[in-house]
Nanobody, 126 residues
Framework: QVQLVESGGGLVQAGGSLRLSCAAS????????MGWFRQAPGKEREFVAT????????YYQDSVKGRFTISRDNAKNTVYLQMTSLKPEDTAVYYC???????????????????WGQGTQVTVSS
């Protein structure tokens, strides 16, 4: 099992940047595929980005391509989401997720991930 704790959220003006971190417990973090999802008030949880176990493959939602970068440091048991050129529509609670096996065709689906953090709030003001 793995436990996930997100941090780095906050209030930022449109056009600004934030870096989210997700710290994982457990000795097998490097085996897990990791994802970031977000949920805005009144909306369903949506996929943001995912990275495979060794960082060699990443995948993004179209609306964040070119603005967000997912990365991981297996030595620190941490996955990151660097967010730039933030927009008000990026406002949401951001969640980190993990799973040992995520089919490539389903890596954007929340139910492909068994482990979740508690979330961190990101608010982008206009």
């Amino acid at each position: 099992q793995v436990q996930l704790v997100e941090s780095g959220g906050g209030l930022v003006q449109a056009g600004g940047s934030l870096r989210l971190s997700c710290a994982a417990s457990g000795r097998t973090f490097s085996s897990y595929n990791m994802g970031w999802f977000r949920q805005a008030p009144g909306k369903e949880r949506e996929f943001v980005a995912t990275i495979n176990w060794n960082g060699g493959s990443t995948y993004y939602q179209d609306s964040v391509k070119g603005r967000f970068t997912i990365s991981r440091d297996n030595a620190k048991n941490t996955v990151y989401l660097q967010m730039t050129s933030l927009k008000p529509e990026d406002t949401a609670v951001y969640y980190c997720a993990a799973d040992l096996f995520v089919p490539q065709a389903a890596r954007f689906k929340a139910d492909s991930y068994d482990y979740w953090g508690q979330g961190t709030q990101v608010t982008v003001s206009s």
